[in-house]
């Protein structure tokens, strides 16, 4: 009896870009229409190399301009980003991960526009009060920007700490929602 192995069939997300005041989005769905990335054009192939990462046991993604499945999620979109910021909040999302990812990319969820936690407090809704640096890298890796709102998390002092899509797009974010936070000091 011949065993033959089946090459698996990468994912197929419909692409879509959005012009926003901080630059062009690049928006990934399914076709349930569940929003799987939203990341910056200046970062399209970080934003690659991280989908080839947490798919590559499904057999990767391919990303399609063609299909049009992106438009619910760039309409709420673009109502969060014309002041409505509530709008993002019942986009539907899907990402694979592991299960500590998954519950802190959901606990993100939880943070309400406007308001901002520390690593310390992510790590401590996440179930895992000692996994600060690790509830941390999974907040770095989570490749749904804004709707599953990273950019909400700041350092214990209230200063702005990293973000994927660059410390002036975090910072425009938190000013947007009206967020109080540490602004960065300029260089002089």
């Not at 200046?42 to 190399?49: G, I, L, N, S, V």
């Not at 401590?124 to 920007?145: E, M």
Request: proline content about 5%; hydrophobic content about 45%; charged content about 25%.
């Amino acid at each position: 009896m011949e065993i033959i192995a089946m090459k698996k069939q990468p994912l197929t997300f419909a692409l879509s870009r959005l012009e926003t005041p901080i630059g062009v989005a690049l928006i990934a769905t399914d076709e349930s229409g569940r929003l799987r990335v939203l990341d910056w054009e200046d970062h399209a192939e970080r934003m690659q190399r991280g989908l080839d990462r947490i798919y590559r046991a499904s057999g990767g993604v391919r990303l399609d301009p063609s299909i049009a499945a992106a438009w619910p999620v760039r309409d709420r979109l673009k109502a969060f980003f014309a002041g409505d910021l509530a709008a993002i909040d019942a986009i539907p999302v899907e990402s694979a991960g592991t299960p500590f990812q998954r519950k802190v990319w959901a606990t993100l969820r939880k943070i309400p526009a406007g308001k901002t936690w520390t690593y310390t407090e992510l790590a401590t809704r996440s179930g895992r009060a000692a996994a600060v640096r690790a509830a941390g890298a999974a907040n770095g890796l989570n490749p749904i920007s804004v709707v599953v709102p990273c950019h909400r998390v700041i350092g214990m002092d209230g200063a702005l700490t990293g973000y994927g899509g660059g410390i002036a797009r975090k910072e425009w974010l938190l000013r947007h929602e009206g967020a109080a936070f540490k602004a960065q000091k300029s260089a002089a």
